[in-house]
């Protein structure tokens, strides 16, 4: 593929809900700009940006992909993103080097979860859209009331430029309200003509209406217009390009990915409104007390920012590229600005799906891939040495489900952590937690799917077999009441014996204070040096835990008194000593269970509240209250036991029909209620 200049290029990422038909569209976007010569399917697997086998045998996109075409002298580097809600991860990446965001509704199923959350991202990126209605060829498709619903969630700012020709089986084209001509596929091939009689006055009507919309946003056309100067349509065009860049206008556009029915008039649109990388504001970082302003400067210092990384068992690692600044050369040699490190791109390539074209150069607002770079990660800004730019992290979601990992063998357990560090690399929205209190190997996800496929990766991609089991939670014992007790460690062996006594005193302190250990030894009882053995003793036990076999919190031990023997006496044996004197104490101090409980915030619409408060409740949750948040919806706070929550993106997911969302954070620890404990302390000892 040849260099296009900067003004040439568009960066566009197609997004929306899971079934909406992305990866269809992409697949036909490719077909009508002659980059491949037939069109694949999600069902047989054969689509150019679904090419794992796991998403082959699910059916849906699992994680981006690139797919660049040319189109009318101009370079699409389309960005195909998945719309299942486990991998929004890759959605909030695109959108970060995306200069246009593409939204993929279907016209009978209309907006939905994922079509929504998605809009929130682009906003706060402040990124601009544009709507593109799929499958009106099916049957129970609306154009009408999808315009409806997308106005009802989105604004006013919705503007359909096309009206879609004949319903369901009978759509064969697209009425353009710019220029008043009509596009029939009944060859195939698009075929300019005029608008159908029937429905000419309503074309009139909304073309007016897009005409009206569009002239208000500047005072001399307006002014024009209303002196009966009716623009042109480049001047039309050219206005609303401005309010799309400005991310004020939507255009809506009609099609049938699978037709392939107007998706070259959508490429046609992306090239003629669409925001080239100039059109984009300066991205804006703060350098020591100094603002640097950095555009899509193709003869700039060369920056780069890395979105997006894949593990390619054969390959290495392979590095996707937003060129921000600057244009790259093979064998450039630039600075990662979070290492430190010196990295070579010794070539350069562009990606469609999985394949690789070798290329020349790439300007600034281009979108490359380069194999082999050592020290860099997703998220990273390669620099001049001397210009150490670095440029924000891609914000994701944090993860809300875990299940802990073990190695099927040996010597899967050898290549385990090698194995875990690079699929973690190629997916930053996956988090490792090494639980030293419950020892286990937690990996944290966006939801059931995105673990399992993970585990699929593993084996496949790394030859590494895991099987999983449930997260432990990590409880814990105390005391409620003050004890004393003696612990006497006595070995006689054929040499030197083993003595030493501890006596101590047990006492609950407040929640939260841990480990309190006191020295009150007088008259020399237990000689000094061995004093700090008993404290390790004690320790020691605690953290193998206590009556209940849970670790010990939130106690204070005193050392009052104790024997020793000038002999036989030992660190060893004092250690021991302080050992059998703690377990003492514990049978005696009314030893109680502690479990976890978390902060949870539930982001839910309306309609749901009553349902997720409920649930909570029945969850041992403690509902904190309520506020509506800025979007509409309400947001539901409560503290609720960890062990209760543990599978909770599961359940919100079905209770909500997957539109509520949450976030937890640790709070504090509190008994458990008598009934519970003795279960808990049975399956542990399962």
Do not use: C
Not at 38 to 56: K, Q
Not at 203 to 232: C, F, K, Q, T, W
Not at 501 to 507: D, E, G, N, R, Y
């Amino acid at each position: 593929m040849k260099v296009f200049p900067p003004e040439k290029i568009r960066n566009v990422a197609l997004v929306g809900h899971s079934g909406a038909g992305k990866t269809t569209l992409a697949e036909a976007l490719l077909y009508r700009a002659g980059t491949i010569k037939r069109l694949g399917t999600v069902e047989e697997g054969t689509t150019i940006t679904d090419f794992d086998p796991e998403e082959h045998a699910r059916g849906m996109s699992l994680g981006l992909a690139l797919a660049p075409f040319e189109w009318r002298g101009h370079k699409i580097n389309l960005i195909d993103t998945p719309g299942y809600a486990d991998f929004v991860g890759d959605v909030h990446a695109a959108m970060r080097v995306a200069d246009l965001a593409v939204f993929v509704v279907d016209a009978v199923d209309g907006v939905e979860v994922q079509t929504e959350y998605a809009w929130r991202i682009a906003e706060e990126n402040r990124l601009p859209r544009m709507v593109f209605i799929n499958k009106l060829d099916k049957e129970r498709s609306s154009y009408d009331r999808t315009l409806t619903q997308l106005r009802d969630r989105f604004g006013a700012g919705i503007a359909p430029i096309e009206l879609p020709i004949g319903e369901h089986a009978e759509f064969h084209g697209v009425a353009d309200l710019f220029r008043d001509k009509a596009y029939i596929y009944d060859s195939g091939q698009a075929e300019e003509g005029e608008i159908p009689e029937e429905m000419a006055d309503r074309e009139h009507e909304v073309h007016d209406n897009l005409v009206e919309g569009i002239v208000v946003a500047d005072d001399e056309m307006l002014e024009r217009y209303l002196d009966g100067d009716v623009p042109s349509t480049d001047e039309l065009e050219n206005t609303m390009a401005i309010g799309i860049a400005d991310a004020t206008v939507f255009p809506m556009v009609y099609g049938a990915a699978l037709g392939p029915i107007a998706v070259d008039r959508l490429a046609d649109f992306i090239v003629e409104l669409g925001p080239a990388p100039t059109d984009r504001p300066p991205i804006v970082i703060e350098v020591g007390d100094e603002l640097i302003e950095i555009e899509s400067d193709a003869s700039g210092d060369p920056l780069v920012f890395v979105f997006n990384t894949i593990a390619d068992p054969y390959v290495g690692q392979i590095s996707l590229l937003r060129v921000r600044s600057g244009t790259l050369k093979p064998d450039l040699t630039l600075t990662n600005s979070r290492t430190g490190t010196d990295e070579r791109l010794a070539k350069l390539a562009t990606m469609t799906g999985k394949e690789t074209e070798l290329v020349d150069a790439a300007p600034a607002g281009d979108i490359v891939a380069v194999a082999k770079l050592t020290h860099t990660a997703t998220g990273d800004t390669l620099a001049p040495k001397h210009k150490p730019v670095r440029l924000p992290n891609i914000q994701r979601p944090s993860p809300v489900l875990a299940t802990a990992l073990v190695a099927k063998t040996q010597a899967d357990d050898d290549k385990l952590g090698t194995a875990l560090h690079r699929i973690l690399a190629e997916d930053p929205a996956l988090e490792l937690e090494l639980n030293a209190e419950t020892n286990q190997t937690l990996l944290k996800g966006m939801g059931e799917t995105h673990l399992l496929i993970t585990i699929e990766r593993l084996e496949r991609k790394f030859g590494v077999g895991v099987v999983t089991e449930p997260v432990r939670v990590a409880y814990r014992e105390t005391v409620t009441r003050s004890t004393a007790a003696e612990g006497k460690y006595k070995k006689q062996t054929g040499g030197h014996g083993q003595y030493g006594v501890a006596s101590i005193k047990l006492a609950p302190t407040a929640r939260g204070e841990g480990f309190e250990f006191s020295d009150e030894i007088k008259g020399g009882s237990i000689p000094r040096q061995f004093i700090p053995a008993v404290e390790k003793g004690i320790a020691e036990t605690m953290a193998e835990g206590g009556v209940r076999g849970f670790p010990v919190v939130d106690v204070k031990v005193s050392l009052v008194d104790g024997k020793y023997h000038s002999v036989d006496s030992s660190e060893m044996s004092f250690r021991q000593a302080g050992r059998l004197a703690l377990r003492a104490a514990m049978e005696q101090a009314r030893p109680i269970l502690l479990e976890p409980v978390s902060k949870i915030e539930v982001t839910v619409p309306s309609d749901y509240q009553g349902d997720v408060m409920g649930d909570l409740s029945g969850r041992r949750g403690q509902l904190q209250g309520n506020e509506a948040t800025e979007n509409g919806q309400q947001m539901i706070t409560a503290l609720v036991p960890t062990s209760e929550i543990l599978n909770y993106a599961i359940d919100l997911r079905s209770i909500t029909q997957g539109w509520g969302h949450f976030q937890t954070t640790h709070d504090h620890y509190q008994e458990v209620p008598a009934h519970m404990a003795d279960q808990i302390s049975a399956g542990k000892d399962d």
